[in-house]
Structure formats: structure tokens, C-alpha cells
């Protein structure tokens, strides 16, 4: 069967301010008991079997000193995929969420989207149609909305909606769905010294806003897609970097190894992603001499977060799942893998 | 008095072999006795006065609790350009001698460079005439020796040439030709939580193949031009990132601020130049809130180094000298501030 997003109730609610409101909005920080958990069993929030134990032995063996398979501080390089990886992108990428607000909060200023696709189906609510030009009207959507203000005022836009906005299915704000395994296991590579990067499709300046506070990766250890940004000095001196309307590199597929290579420079050791768009990056990092780990989270939990895969639009893992065993890949079964999903389940 | 390096008999001497055979070959680490006298003044190659006194009150100041200055350790940002900065850029840029070396040795594969310019005027010995062009000469030079082999053969090129090419005034290695005072003043910045990053106009591929050894900066914290990359899968599964002849990004003038953002995603403390191609780099940087600090070399010591600023071809200050006042950026002496230049010095 295919499942068609676009026809999804919960991608609905989302352009019509289903907002259920629910206790608290606290950072998605462990609290201080699962913190001293976490001191006995970095992983506590995985369950013991397969992916676990590859996990750690491959750890171990790579900081294990005299071991055939000891891997130096300076080569421990881990990246992550983020949407569908380390938070959500179920029932539509986050960031399309945000650029959706974005576009209803411009309206006012844009009277000529009143008649403009997409923006007159995102201001109508009907995101089925918005979206119904692919790609094309997805690049439309992020441009207007990202471009035309400077990087300092795109980060505070950021924050802003972080702060109010809400996931349609949990109520939580979309920055406290990102899965807590795979904190734990951020961290657990950084304490034996791996250094944590994230390597994304979607926009690094819309990461960059949240994701130290997140997973504790600093803004330049997060690669991203990004719009050219413009220097201009204003007649007083002050200097500003505007966003603009202009591509100017897609961190997605082949863009991934690619994107790795400019900005990080080295081939990582440790590479995890869950769809299609992370395959060269797992691809490329295996491909390395000594040893390396690529990770592939399967999503298949439809009670605790969402299942889906070779037919899904949005995170489609389809030769993953084919290659996985041939190309040595650890996946994750969410369902199976995982004793919590987010930190803040009961 | 019009300084043109094209006349200049260094420069000449560069391209008919002379390489002056001096002592040892091994790199530009501080020997035993230097790294001691480091643990009691860490900036020891720098002479007391108004330029040392600055840097130490600015790293003390950001760097104390409870000042009003201080500085969250996640903010410490300090960049750097290279050429001319971390290491000498005469008489020519150093990657300009790597890409006309290779020019040579790879003339055998390209009977058309015979009679094709600037090839032919290199094969001949003739620089003046090879870089008559100007930039479009450069650039025709720098691609043409830099692209279609994948990044890991790239690299080792770099590391070959290094490994035997001599600075034809002072016969050492090119990696050897670094400045003590900022080692020290890099190492300094380090101890204080500072992180430290290259953002240079040089290619990025070229610097990251030394720079780790030379200055303790891993490859993800270098910042430079670039090339475009493609990533490509052979029949047997094997893939690699090859060079392509096509621009990605020039990081210089304007570019510096756009690729700090770009790459570091935050507005540096503290930033380090010395030519106008820096300018924007330390116009940004001063231009946040709190403290910053701009630092500019001036390069005033004919004897130990050269002597260049406003007329010279290459590292071009002139604007910089003109506001640096104004802009309350710290100007180094280099005859008067530096000690020592180079660790090898007696």
C-alpha cells in the first residue's frame, strides 16, 4: 500500500492549529534520575541484544589501546543524520512545519499570495495541494520563508516558534522529539572521545538555532543544506549577513559524502542515518580502511512514534533495507531496539 | 615605490631549482628546551610591550569569572587567516610554487601545455610571464594541477611536495616556514577553552594536509577555498570524492565573514589577519556584542622575514593599515613585537 502524506489527517491539523496542549515545556534534558541511570548503562535506554552489544563492542574495540582494531583520538569521527534520526519527521519534515508558519505569519505583508501557489493552499490550509508541486513548490516554500532577513534574525525566528509551536500528536514542542537512545549514544561516543557531527538534508541555519541545546553539538559540527548568504556593511558600519533566495549546497545523497568532505575534511569512522538520503554517507564511511560502523535506523514502531519505510514519502528506506546485510550495516528495529523512544514517555 | 613580485629574482629562483640544501627536514615542533620556557610565559617569542599586554588582558579578561567581559566557553571562537599569518607568503604564495611544481611534473601527460599559456612560460622557467594574467592565469594554473584525482591522491600530493620542496630564501621546508609567535599565541588561546579556526583564502584541501601537525588544528576547524567535489561509486563498489575543475567557494574579502557563517555558524571573538583580504573577516567580528579583539600583522621585518604592506602584489595591507585605529583592531610589529619569527632561528 502506498502511504500518501499528503492525505494524512495529522498533516492536516498541523495547518489548522491542532495544538494540543500538554503539561510541561522543558527542554528535552533527561531528568536527574535517568541521569544517574545513564551513569551505570550509557545506552539505558536501549534494550540489551544485537544492535546494543554492536554498538559497544565496536566502541570498545576502537578505544581499547593495543587492540588490532584501536582507532587514534584525532581519526574518531561519528555523523548523524537528523530528521527521522535523531528527532522526528513524522507526519512531514519539521522544518516544512516551521516554513508553513512562516508563511502565514509573512501573509499580511504579501497580499499577491493570496492568488500564488503555494502560499495560497498554506494560507487556505489545504497542505495537500500546497505540497502537490514537489519539489518545485517545497524550494518556494523554504525560500520565501528563510530568505530576505539577516542570519541573526532567522535564528531568533527559530527560537520564537520553538517556543510555541507544537508536535499535532504529542503536544510537545517539535525541539523534545528527538529520541532519546540515540542521545545517549551521542553521548556515549563523546566520552570516548569520538567527536559527534550532524550531516543533513535539512537547513543548517535552522539547526544550528537548537540542536547544541538538544545534543550537545556545537553550530560548527552541524553540516546542513543552505541558501548563499550575502556580506553588506550598512551606511552606519554594521556588518550583516543576509539570507538569500539562492541555493547553495544540498546536503542530501551524493551531496552527503560531499558535504562531509568540505566541511569535516576526513572520512568518518561511524556514520547513522535511517533513509535513502543517508545510503552514500553509510556508503562511503564503510568503504574506509580498519574499522567502521554504519547504523541504520528502521522506523517501526506505529504505537510509540510512527512506522514506515520503502513506501514512505517522507524519510523512504528502500535500498537500505535491501543492502543493509551486503554492505555490513547494523539497523535498528525501533520497536525491538528501543525500551524508551522520547524522555518524556512514562 | 611600486613593489612587483614579478621582477623579483626570489621568485625566479623558485621556478630553476634553487633549493639550498640546509640541515634537518623534521617539522616545526618547538624543541624540549623552548616547550619549558613556554610553561612560564606561554607567548615567550613575543617581546613585552602594548601588543603582547593587549592579547594576555583580552584572553584574561574573557576567560575570568565574574569579570564583566567574560565569555561562555561555547563562544570562544578565534580565527585565523594563514598565508602570511600562521605561515610566510613569500615571494609567492606557497600553494602557487605546490601548483606550478606540479605543473612540471605533470607535463609529461600534456604535450598541448608546450604552447599554451601560462604552461608554457612555467615549463620554461619564466613566472613573470606565467602570472602576467593575473587571476584568471592563477586560476587556470591552481585547477588545472589541482583537479581530476580523487581528494586522498590530492593529499598525498601535498604531502610528497612538503615532504622535499625548500623555500628557496631560507631552504627549509615550506611547513617549517610557520611563526613561532602565533604557535605559541594559537596554543595560548587553546589553554584558555578558545577554539581555534583557519579561515583562509588559500584552498582548503591544500592546508588541511599539514595544518593539524603545524598548528593543532584538526581538519574540520579549516576554512578555505574550494573546489567542487564529486562523489563517484566504480563497478566494484568503491567510492571516492574527485576534484572538479569548477569553483565552490572563494574565501576571501566578503567571503570570510559569509564562510564563517557558513562553516563555524557563529560570529568569531577574537580574529587574526594581515592583509585587506581580512578586512570583512575583522570587521565582523568586532561588529558583536562584548568584547572582540582584531589582530593585524604587519609585516615590517626585511631581515628575519620581508617586508611588504601597501604596494606589495602579495598580502596587500593598505586599507587596514589606514583604519585600524578607528576599528580598534591591535596592529603586531613584527620587527618589534616578535622575538623570533621562526623556530628555527638561533
Not at 514542542?173 to 540515540?182: D, R
Amino acid at each position: 500500500m502506498k502511504k500518501n502524506i499528503l492525505s494524512c489527517a495529522l498533516v492536516f491539523a498541523l495547518l489548522t492549529n491542532c495544538t494540543p496542549s500538554k503539561e510541561d515545556n522543558t527542554h528535552a534534558q533527561p531528568d536527574t534520575p535517568l541521569k544517574q541511570e545513564q551513569a551505570a548503562d550509557p545506552l539505558s535506554s536501549w534494550n540489551e541484544g544485537a544492535t546494543k552489544k554492536a554498538i559497544i563492542d565496536f566502541v570498545e574495540k576502537t578505544t581499547t589501546e593495543g587492540s588490532t582494531d584501536f582507532v587514534e583520538v584525532k581519526n574518531r569521527i561519528a555523523t548523524f543524520d537528523n530528521d527521522g534520526n535523531l528527532w522526528s519527521e513524522q507526519p512531514l519534515y519539521f522544518q516544512l512545519i516551521f516554513a508553513m508558519d512562516r508563511i502565514k505569519g509573512m501573509a499580511e505583508g504579501h497580499p499577491e499570495w493570496k492568488n500564488e501557489e503555494p502560499y495560497k493552499s498554506i494560507l487556505e490550509g489545504n497542505v495537500e495541494k500546497a505540497l502537490a508541486g514537489g519539489t518545485k513548490s517545497i524550494l518556494a516554500l523554504v525560500m520565501a520563508s528563510h530568505a530576505g532577513m539577516t542570519t541573526d534574525e532567522f535564528n531568533q525566528e527559530v527560537n520564537d516558534w520553538l517556543a510555541t509551536a507544537k508536535h499535532p500528536k504529542t503536544g510537545k514542542p517539535f525541539n523534545e522529539m528527538i529520541y532519546q537512545p540515540m542521545v545517549e549514544l551521542l553521548d556515549y561516543l563523546r566520552a570516548n572521545d569520538y567527536k559527534t557531527f550532524i550531516v543533513s538534508g535539512g537547513g543548517v541555519d535552522f539547526m544550528r538555532a537548537w540542536v547544541e541545546e538538544a545534543y550537545g553539538i556545537p553550530p560548527h559540527q552541524v553540516i546542513g543544506s543552505s541558501n548563499k548568504v550575502k556580506y553588506e556593511v550598512s551606511e552606519d558600519g554594521t556588518p550583516t549577513l543576509i539570507k538569500q533566495a539562492e541555493l547553495n549546497f544540498i546536503d542530501d545523497k551524493e551531496g552527503k559524502p560531499v558535504g562531509i568532505h568540505q566541511y569535516i575534511g576526513m572520512r568518518p569512522v561511524f556514520a547513522s542515518g535511517n533513509s535513502d538520503g543517508d545510503y552514500q554517507m553509510l556508503e562511503y564511511t564503510m568503504a574506509g580502511n580498519g574499522p567502521r560502523f554504519g547504523l541504520l535506523l528502521h522506523h517501526t514502531d506505529s504505537i510509540r512514534e510512527f512506522a514506515y519505510d520503502r513506501e514512505s514519502h517522507i524519510g523512504q528506506l528502500n535500498k537500505g533495507l535491501d543492502d543493509a546485510e551486503k554492505m555490513g550495516w547494523t539497523v535498528i528495529d525501533m520497536k525491538k531496539d528501543w525500551k524508551k523512544v522520547y524522555h518524556f514517555e512514562k
